[in-house]
């Protein structure tokens, strides 16, 4: 029945998106393109939830992860003046923060939530007290289109045109983790420890040494999305700048059932959500304050929530510390 | 019992000395004094009856921000988002401050205060409704409430509850008769804020709705097993909690900033959460907490003059505080029996 | 040959010795019966064999090899097997994917789940325990979850076999089916390590009987050298009474009354269907059934903690309230919850506390909101001597209490309230022989003092010793209501399991 609905939904969306490349190419494309750039990173960052949840452990650190590593990256990338560098720097980051993270909740058994928490708190304690105000990184990352397949009709235009790199790859690299998590034996233990770590265990399986694994995997990209978001997207760090994006990439990693393509089916809809009303406000709707269409991600977010939260069943163990020994 | 207090108290203290020790390495690497910061941040609060003055006065409301978060962990809850149920009630307690005209100073407080209850505990009971009913973490509800409600608060005082002719974004004054008055310059918030904590603490221990509320906490299973409404609990936990950030959002208004600018209040929510977590959840062991960090606050204006560093360095210290604080190594090497703070697991509801 | 050689083994958790210098041998084509109570030590024994506990110090051996503590891919690699207690199942895969888990046959960089569901196909042939390779596992029943763990374990060429209370959950053909399995394995030369706290199936398979009480090996035998009374002797340190003695019924008045009862279980799917039943002041109802069949939806439905989708639950002749645990408490039901860890009790409160935990809103305990302390320490002190419960104070908390002294502290406070209907879940699961003693016998005079007892229980032992009454449950529904008085085991196995006459 799901099945039915789901290709039903995907089949009105198909319909509704070559309807408007028919009536108006530009605005469909850009509406599309835009949608695609507001949802990349929200869509990779909840794939760090995934890694993480797949595996038994909540991570609200998100946003403390991604703060970071979007500093770390944003300065490493000003002072070398060198953007690869910057990247470099964000993703070592990313990972220190996930490893703080991993030894909180898997080595010390702290409390999962809380020690997200932390993290946020930390991160935010940090960048606010190092930030240098007024530099800007060196203009040597490109922008560019994929050859031949920009070309392509429908789809050229808005998926693969004037985009950094980083929002390409996220189009392999979310279809890798899917097929990771759901084809190879790293995979199927992932899930395991996720839903009973004692079924793994049993089998010889290290949980421990997997859920470190895959948090501090996590971790890297939640470091490759802050600097995405600060080398490639926006071009600087701002005090701040997640603003609640780490707690959105949760809620559409639950609305897309822990599955990396749902979670990022959801992100590309809240991309557009956003586009669309990013447009709305070109096409003369000015008398919707700019306050209230600032607060669109967040009430879309908890609408999102409260329709799909109680319907979805989270990985069994995430939130419990595996205690190997019971006596 | 008072050894036992004196050894709770050593992992506190260790935190703070450690954090002490990393930020004075940041503070030095930026080419700044740590000592003249420190001696600015850890003693101006304290040296001089006008510092002690403002220090208790941010320390009341630290209090009371803590009170918020630990009524909410007890309950099992962990409401991330006081900062947006401050701003709220002091919104809230801001219109009816300079709206309502011709009330007698204690009432007008009353009433305005009570206003502010209402419609912060109003946005409780949303987030309680959402986790009983739908399931919805009250971790992501409350962040997002706390953006929603900084747009529609910033809205407001943009535009309807704006000082005509006014080119910033603030509200008129809070009138005189709801403003809360100093006794020879102390401040009466602090004075509530302690009476709050005893009272918090008086009802969760010795009233049956504390118990049902600290149960469903700890098990939610049991709770409902032994006959307690756990979708009510949650509701109420989550209200309660609301309410006295609202209420926090009320007195700091009233007593110190008497109009309203967002920025105002910033920071109060979450150092509700540092200091509840510090306190380990408990309505009486947060105030030391409350008082140390609230004579930091106070002179965070005066570090970057006098010093050099900027203000940030509170936030830094406060998160290194509570990182070493909440994380066992420092109390096993303490040998602490101290046991850490549990909220609730996993995302079930 | 020697496969197994466990030298002096100790293994010590925080205040309780849990193993103390044991030592075991077992020998290729040997069936060895673990014995011993609940807490004797026995499953921390071949868990340390397993590496799943590291024992503080001691030897293991396997064919001669010394294995490391806590090393479970060595245990495995040198051929040992174990079918947990506890089934280590991922609910929500399949059967396949549960089998190779930890060694998935692969394809370049994939799982190969073709060669994976043909590898199961063929090991569920050679044993011939049919299994769907292709179910989900959260929608087999216990028994053939059981089965899937059997065949985990079966998978490599093991030498050594562990069963960990594997009869648990069986029905009684399904325990024979069992034995009848690792006598075949036995017989092909696999040594097998067989954990059981049930006399009749040491005496029905094991070559040698191995017995551990408080931690501590306290002798070796074999079947033909005793008797169950014997080994009964052996386990427990004492002469134990194995029946429960008790009056004839003097049954009265209907107290609780359940009427066209159907419930859903968590995931939405009738769990209890149609189900009707009386139980009258003065007997005790038994319901047998292997766990999953609906009991713990019926219980909870009759409590007042589940929605009843049709039907009515008569409390002493009264409707009583649908999702309203507390008042149908009120009406005079108590009840002994099947899961004392997660629902019986609070953990980190006091055992004062918990001995409060449902009335903690009534008089004398508090008035008009307000908690009386004194009269709560008052009433708890006296349940703790009263029902025997061993602790140093009332004050400390209950997660510092044994198992049986746990169940104590529920049984105390749900029998202390003189309610005409109780409902008992699995009374005494996991608690020692003393203890279930003691919680049979609380039962019976309760009965005697003409409450109506609702027992439900997976141990048939217990509900044919205690029950006036049979009813016999299977998916959702009651299949037969016996005469509690010479009930036949092996036909109440039937009916369990779902056969017709």
């Known amino acids: 029945m799901r099945k039915i609905r789901n290709y039903t939904i995907a089949a009105v969306l198909l319909a509704v998106w070559i309807f408007g490349y028919v009536l108006d190419s530009g605005i469909t494309n850009s509406v599309l393109s835009s949608g695609l750039r507001f949802g990349m990173p929200l869509a990779l960052a909840a794939m760090v939830g995934i890694m993480c949840e797949r595996s038994g452990v909540i991570n609200i650190g998100i946003e403390g992860t991604m703060l970071l590593s979007g500093f770390f990256g944003f300065y490493a990338g000003v002072y070398t003046k060198n953007v690869l560098i910057g990247f470099a720097a964000a993703i070592i980051a990313g990972i220190t923060a996930s490893f703080l993270h991993a030894m909180m909740t898997i080595v010390w058994k702290m409390d999962q939530i809380i020690a997200g928490t932390i993290i946020n708190i930390l991160a935010s304690g940090l960048t606010s007290f190092l930030y240098v105000a007024g530099v800007t990184i060196p203009n040597n990352w490109p922008i560019f289109d994929i050859p031949v397949l920009s070309k392509l009709p429908l789809v050229g235009e808005s998926f693969f045109s004037q985009q950094g790199p980083i929002q390409y790859l996220g189009l392999i690299f979310i279809p890798f983790i899917w097929i990771m998590m759901y084809k190879t034996r790293w995979g199927l233990r992932t899930r395991s420890i996720g839903e009973n770590p004692g079924s793994a265990d049993t089998a010889g399986v290290s949980v421990i040494r997997m859920r470190i694994t895959n948090v501090v995997l996590g971790g890297a990209i939640g470091g490759l999305v802050g600097g995405f978001i600060c080398l ?41 959500a956003q586009a669309l009303s990013t447009q709305l406000q070109i096409f003369g709707v000015q008398e919707i304050p700019q306050q209230f269409i600032n607060i669109l991600p967040y009430v879309f977010t908890i609408a999102v929530l409260a329709f799909s939260a109680g319907k979805v069943r989270p990985p069994a163990a995430a939130g419990a510390p595996y205690e190997k020994e019971k006596a | 019992m008072k050894l036992r207090i004196s050894k709770d108290a050593l992992v506190p203290i260790g935190s703070v000395l450690v954090a002490l020790g990393i930020g004075a390495v940041l503070i030095a690497a930026q080419g700044h004094s740590p000592l003249v910061a420190y001696k600015v941040l850890l003693i101006k609060g304290f040296s001089s009856v006008a510092g002690l003055q403002e220090t208790l006065s941010k320390a009341g409301i630290l209090i009371m921000s803590g009170l918020a ?106 009138l005189a008769s709801a403003r809360l008055p100093h006794l020879f310059g102390w401040p009466i918030g602090f004075a509530i804020a302690i009476a709050l904590a005893f009272a918090l603490s008086w009802v969760l221990k010795r009233t049956t709705t504390g118990f049902e509320l600290e149960t469903v906490g700890r098990n939610r299973a049991a709770a409902w097993y032994a006959g307690i409404s756990v979708k009510k609990s949650i509701v109420l936990g989550m209200m309660l909690s609301a309410a006295i950030a609202g209420f926090t959002g009320g007195i700091y208004s009233s007593e110190t900033t008497g109009y309203f600018v967002p920025a105002f209040y910033s920071g109060i929510g979450f150092d509700g959460i540092t200091i509840a977590l510090l306190g380990r959840a408990n309505p009486i062991a947060l105030i030391p907490g409350a008082i140390f960090i609230g004579g930091m606050r106070s002179a965070q204006s005066a570090i970057q003059f006098e010093s050099g560093v900027a203000p940030d360095i509170i936030n830094l210290l406060l998160a290194l505080v509570l990182f070493f604080a909440t994380a066992p190594f420092l109390a096993k090497l303490l040998k602490s029996n101290a046991k850490s703070v549990t909220t609730t697991s996993g995302w079930s509801s | 040959m020697i496969l197994l050689e466990i030298k002096e083994l100790t293994k010590t958790f925080p205040g309780v010795v849990a193993n103390e210098k044991i030592s075991i041998e077992v020998n290729k084509g040997e069936i060895v019966a673990l014995l011993g109570e609940n807490g004797a030590g026995k499953s921390t024994l071949v868990k340390s064999v397993f590496g799943l506990v590291k024992p503080d110090s001691g030897t293991i051996k396997i064919k001669g090899d010394v294995i490391e503590y806590g090393d479970t891919a060595a245990a495995i690699a040198h051929g040992v097997g174990m079918v947990h207690q506890h089934f280590q199942l991922v609910q929500v895969m399949t059967v396949t994917e549960n089998i190779i888990l930890g060694d998935e046959p692969r394809k370049g960089a994939f799982v190969s789940m073709k060669s994976a569901r043909q590898e199961v196909i063929d090991l569920s042939n050679k044993y011939g325990l049919e299994v769907d390779p292709d179910a989900i596992v959260e929608d087999l029943p216990v028994g053939l979850q059981q089965r899937i763990e059997i065949l985990k374990a079966l998978r490599k060429d093991i030498d050594l076999l562990i069963l960990d209370e594997p009869t648990a959950v069986l029905t009684p053909q399904e325990i024979d089916e069992l034995l009848s399995v690792i006598k075949n394995l036995a017989a092909s030369g696999v040594g097998v390590l067989f954990i059981t706290h049930k006399l009749r199936e040491v005496m029905a398979i094991a070559d040698r009987v191995v017995v551990l009480r408080n931690g501590k090996l306290v002798g070796t035998t074999t079947p033909k050298e005793t008797d169950e009374e014997g080994l009964a002797q052996m386990m427990v340190g004492r002469n134990v009474v194995l029946r429960v003695e008790k009056k004839p019924a003097l049954v009265k008045e209907t107290v609780l009354e359940i009427k066209n009862l159907s419930v859903k279980d968590d995931r939405n799917l009738m769990a209890v269907n149609d189900f009707s039943i009386e139980v009258h002041a003065g007997e005790i109802l038994g319901i047998a059934g292997v766990e999953g069949n609906g009991q713990r939806e019926l219980v909870e439905a009759v409590c007042g903690m589940r929605n009843r989708v049709t039907g009515s639950v008569k409390i002493l002749g009264a409707e009583s309230p649908n999702l309203n645990p507390h008042d149908v408490r009120l009406m ?93 879940s699995q009374p005494t699961r996991g608690v020692d022989i003393g203890s279930i003693e003691f919680i049979h016998n609380q039962l019976v005079s309760a009965r005697d003092n003409g409450a109506g007892v609702l027992l439900v229980s997976a141990e048939l032992d217990e509900i044919l010793s205690l029950s006036d009454r049979i009813a016999v449950m299977y998916e959702g529904k009651v299949v037969a209501i016996l005469n509690g008085e010479g009930a036949d085991r092996q036909h109440i196995g039937r009916l369990m399991a779902g056969l017709k006459e």
């Open chain 1, 232 to 272: 490639e997207l926006v071009g600087s760090f701002s005090k701040e700048f997640t603003a609640g994006a780490g707690f959105t990439a949760l809620a559409l990693m639950i609305f897309g059932r822990w599955n990396p393509l749902g979670a990022f089916a959801a992100a590309i809809a809240f991309g557009l």
């Open chain 2, 69 to 174: 978060i630990t009524v909410g962990l007890r309950a099992g809850l962990f409401n991330i988002g006081a900062q947006g149920q401050v701003i709220t009630g002091a919104l809230a307690f801001t219109f009816i401050g300079y709206k309502v005209q011709g009330l007698p100073a204690p009432i007008h407080i009353l009433v305005a205060l009570i206003f502010a209850i209402i419609v912060s505990s109003l946005l409780g009971a949303f987030v309680g409704f959402l986790k009983a009913s739908r399931g919805v973490h009250e971790v992501i509800s409350t962040i997002m409430l706390n953006s929603i409600m900084a747009g529609i608060v910033d809205y407001l005082a943009q535009n309807q509850l704006k000082q005509p002719g006014q080119p910033n974004t603030r509200t008129p004054d809070i």
């Open chain 3, 332 to 424: 005079g039901l108590s009840n002994i919850p099947e899961d004392r860890e997660k629902d019986g009790l609070v953990s980190t409160y006091s055992i004062a506390e918990n001995m409060v935990l449902n009335r903690y809103d009534q008089p004398p305990f508090a008035n008009r909101g307000i908690r009386n302390f004194s009269e709560r320490d008052k009433y708890a002190e006296a349940l703790v001597k009263e029902f025997d419960v061993r602790t140093p104070s009332f004050h400390n908390l209950a997660s510092s209490l044994s198992g049986g002294n746990k169940q104590k502290v529920v049984v105390a406070r749900e029998l202390s309230q003189d309610s005409k209907v109780i409902v008992a």
